[in-house]
């Protein structure tokens, strides 16, 4: 059973950064892909950025490319987003998912199977 913990959110203000973590225990995750998504209040949850556990591979929603960091500690199973230049509409619950998606769906929340428990970023302005 996969086991996926978030932490590290919080409430900051607009320019201040973040660093958010996620970390994955339960099996061995050879090719899995480890996304974080973010549900803001009253809209549904939106890809954010995701990574290879093993190949290290990155892809970012275009909103945060330049701004969020997505990277991986292989020995200790862990994921890192580090968020910076926050602004108000990056307000969201963030949640970390960890599957095996197919080609091309790695940024669809169904893909995944395995969720964590989700970590609350509030930006004020």
């Known amino acids: 059973q996969v086991h996926l913990v978030e932490s590290g959110g919080g409430l900051v203000q607009a320019g201040d950064s973040l660093r958010l973590s996620c970390a994955a225990s339960?099996?061995?995750?050879?090719?899995?892909?480890l996304g974080w998504f973010r549900q803001a209040p009253g809209k549904g949850r939106e890809f954010v950025a995701r990574?290879?556990?093993?190949?290290?591979?990155?892809y970012y929603v275009d909103s945060v490319k330049g701004r969020f960091t997505i990277t991986r500690d292989g020995a200790k199973n862990t994921v890192y987003l580090q968020m910076n230049s926050l602004n108000p509409e990056d307000t969201a619950v963030y949640s970390c998912?960890?599957?095996?998606?197919?080609?091309?769906?790695?940024?669809?929340?169904?893909?995944?199977?395995?969720w964590g428990q989700g970590t609350q970023v509030t930006v004020s302005s």
């Open positions: 998912a960890a599957d095996v998606p197919p080609v091309g769906l790695a940024h669809v929340t169904t893909a995944y199977d395995y």
């Open positions: 339960g099996r061995t995750f050879r090719n899995y892909l």
């Open positions: 990574i290879g556990l093993s190949s290290g591979s990155t």
